[in-house]
């Protein structure tokens, strides 16, 4: 913003002391120029204003949760965060039942079903990801990579419910087959599910950044007497470490809110457990699953909306911080340089 | 040119008083029938475009209090009216509820067929979607975790075994929840573990639950549905201000006619006769 600021008075200024001398034509072609630069920054303040108008929009409806006196009764943060007893003589748990006589708004069971079906998906794709970006950049023969890097991005168009359906049907069989899991839909396979779906995107930012390390890096390495896969390992996926990140974060945010693939997958039981082999519901497939019936204006509403601003926290907090991370490992590797 | 305008105003003319004088039925209340009255609708306005019908959801509250306010001509509900309802309403329009009953509707639970189970009690199937008991060597199966998938909270089945099965109690946590009748069916025949519940399902590699009574396994089969021996069935009703006249009787005789109760079959639920 203010770049753009101290750009349009820089050009003021420069018109005002040129100005006398530019033909007709040249002023029309100025004038052409700012036109065109005013409709760009436009655009560029759209998805801005877009973002910020969404997330006005999510807050308001979350809002009534707070505000409203029988939602604030039905789901006060105590009962969204505390275990409360379900059922009569039993001992305090985590339950998600919104829709009961009393309902049951406990995030815990949510939460949980999130962070394993991510945390899967991460520790499958980000190696998978990262290792293949790597073979491309650095390995593969020229002819190889041109057929690769193609053929793993066009997974990232395959739509996710096609996904989903491949894992409903074909991969939760294979895996209880052969591994004979009590719940053929689990968070195992959602998170497998999800990994699908994430590492064309690592796999492709990963890859843009190594390329990106200039060459004289690589052959100074070489130079000192380093074998290739010390030259990759040790100087290259270092200098691309900000990229690298960066990937991650993107899949990362992918992974947390995607919600075909989950909602199919993952058998959507909201259990507290810590095993994989259990059923999970995610944040994301909860508002799916549960929006389309649900009474405008609600507390189980508002409480989905909430839901909604939970995740979008969630990934503006990741994303602050890998950025941060990102400019501190910047400074120290041009520090390094020079 | 003349001509065209002349022939356009008598078109209107012609058009204008019949869409004035169409009355304009709505229908109004549960999620349950909601599908099931559009395609009666759909129908019946095929046949009599005069008449306008309107139909919306809401749930069968919503319906009824509709009905009451003079909201809606009909409302559509899964349960029996209330006596407190009744009253409202009998306050305001001087009479009782007109009460039809449209259509029946059954709950299925279903078992891989490789389960050697036929029959269940309800209650041991209650047991089953409370979480208290988890394995089918308990119900006199084999000894094996049981798989227990239900419905998302949208459904109006979900609400149905809720209210009548469990009680109004809450489902298991692990209860695996899947959108649609199909997939738990699909889900069920996958898993040889597996229990679910559903409408009435025609599928490969599942098996029908009788329910047990006493001694007697009851089939969910149309003609016990109908008779209303299967304990899980219910009967599904419009509700009305006054006895059915105009487009609301012609409406409604459509509804009970062996073409309207068809379309009740078609659409997955049972006929009233």
């Known amino acids: ?338 | 040119m003349k001509t065209f305008i002349a022939s356009l105003t008598s078109l209107l003319l012609l058009v204008l008083p019949g869409t004035s004088q169409a009355g304009t039925l709505t229908v109004k209340g549960s999620d349950t029938l909601v599908i099931l009255a559009q395609r009666w609708a759909e129908e019946f306005m095929k046949k009599n475009p005069a008449t306008k019908l309107q139909v919306t959801g809401g749930g069968s509250g919503v319906g009824l209090s509709a009905l009451i306010n003079g909201t809606t001509d009909i409302a559509m509900s899964s349960r029996p009216i209330k006596d407190a309802e009744n009253k409202q309403l009998s306050a305001r329009s001087n009479a009782p509820a007109t009460q039809i009953a449209v259509a029946k509707d059954g709950v299925t639970f279903y078992v891989n067929e490789s389960n050697k189970l036929d029959a269940l009690t309800a209650e041991q199937l209650r047991d089953i979607y409370l979480g208290d008991i988890t394995n089918w060597k308990d119900v006199g199966g084999l000894d094996a975790p049981i798989v227990v998938y239900s419905r998302e909270n949208s459904s109006g089945t979900y609400v149905f075994v809720k209210d009548h099965l469990l009680k109004g109690e809450d489902y298991t946590a692990s209860a695996q929840t899947l959108p649609g009748t199909a997939a738990v069916v699909n889900a069920v025949a996958k898993e040889k573990n597996g229990i679910g519940y559903g409408g009435a399902a025609y599928a490969k590699g599942i098996k029908e639950l009788k329910v047990l009574q006493g001694k007697e396994a009851i089939a969910p089969s149309e003609e016990n549905i109908k008779s209303g021996k299967y304990p899980l069935s219910r009967e599904l009703y419009f509700y009305l201000r006054a006895k059915p006249a105009g487009d609301a009787k012609a409406f409604l005789d459509f509804v009970l006619s062996p073409e309207g109760q068809a379309l009740a079959t078609k659409v997955g639920y049972f006929p009233v006769k």
């Open chain 1, 1 to 338: 913003m203010d770049r753009q600021v101290s750009m349009q008075g820089q050009g003021v200024v420069g018109m005002a002391v040129v100005a006398p001398k530019l033909s007709s034509a040249a002023r029309r072609r100025q004038l052409r120029e700012k036109v065109i630069a005013g409709i760009i920054t436009a655009m560029a303040f759209t998805g801005i204003a877009a973002l910020v108008l969404i997330l006005v929009f999510v807050a308001k409806e979350a809002l009534a949760l707070f505000l409203d006196a029988e939602a604030r009764h039905e789901a006060s943060l105590s009962k969204m965060f505390l275990p409360q007893v379900a059922r009569a003589g039993r001992p305090a748990t985590f339950v998600w039942q919104p829709v009961s006589s009393v309902p049951k708004v406990s995030m815990i069971p949510l939460f949980i079903g999130t962070l394993k079906t991510t945390l899967v998906s991460m520790v499958v794709a980000v190696p998978v990801g990262v290792a293949g970006a790597l073979f491309a950049a650095e390995f593969a023969p020229r002819r190889l990579r041109e057929v690769l890097k193609p053929t793993i991005e066009l997974l990232a168009g395959v739509p996710s419910v096609v996904l989903g359906f491949f894992v409903l049907m074909v991969l939760a069989s294979f895996m209880q087959d052969t591994f004979g899991v009590g719940s053929r839909l689990n968070a195992l396979v959602a998170g497998l599910g999800l990994s699908l779906a994430i590492v064309p995107v690592i796999f492709t930012v990963t890859e843009d950044s190594l390329t990106a390390v200039p060459r004289s890096y690589r052959e100074a390495s070489l130079a000192l007497g380093a074998t290739p896969w010390e030259t990759a390992w040790k100087v290259v996926l270092p200098a691309a470490a900000p990229g690298i990140l960066a990937a991650c974060v993107l899949g990362f945010g992918g992974a947390i809110g995607e919600t075909m693939i989950v909602l199919m997958a993952s058998g959507n039981a909201a259990i507290v457990s810590a095993s994989l082999m259990d059923s999970a519901r995610t944040l994301s497939a909860t508002i799916a699953a549960e929006m389309g019936e649900v009474v405008v204006g609600s507390p189980h509403y508002s409480l989905l909306f909430f839901l909604g601003v939970e995740l979008f926290v969630f990934t503006f907090l990741l994303n602050m911080l890998a950025s941060t991370w990102t400019r501190r490992v910047l400074k120290r590797l041009s520090g390094a340089g020079a």
